[in-house]
Nanobody, 123 residues
Framework: VQLVESGGGLVQSGGSLRLSCAGS????????IAWFRQAPGKEREKVSC????????YYADSVKGRFTISRDNVKNMVYLQMNSLKPEDTAVYSC?????????????????WGQGTQVTVSS
């Protein structure tokens, strides 16, 4: 299983970014995918996740209403659209996978990880 993130960068407060997570070496629609983030000196936080077939999603309260997760199982991609970005969204964002078709993605272990992509939001 390989996961590769892209789409990070520097953006001004209030701006938008779309992160992408490309999966390979896996039957992509057998895996739930989550986005985590970690800022310096802070614990890792699960930002959002989506079940293997896309029927179940989860958002942390801190991003609810601003971030949208989606997936394209034909292209083996998961996306995180981030709008109304705030300086406190600055972190390394990583996608992770868990092999399950369970309808809910929020309580899974996420055993496979990408290398992460930096998101920096300036004030």
């Amino acid at each position: 299983v390989q996961l590769v993130e892209s789409g990070g960068g520097l953006v001004q407060s209030g701006g938008s970014l779309r992160l992408s997570c490309a999966g390979s070496g896996m039957t992509f629609d057998d895996y739930a995918i989550a986005w985590f983030r970690q800022a310096p000196g802070k614990e890792r936080e699960k930002v959002s996740c989506i079940s293997s077939r896309g029927g179940g999603t989860y958002y942390a309260d801190s991003v609810k209403g601003r971030f949208t997760i989606s997936r394209d199982n034909v292209k083996n991609m998961v996306y995180l659209q981030m709008n109304s970005l705030k300086p406190e969204d600055t972190a390394v964002y990583s996608c992770a996978a868990d092999r399950t078709n369970y309808w809910s993605c929020s309580e899974l272990l996420y055993n496979w990880w990408g290398q992460g992509t930096q998101v920096t939001v300036s004030s």
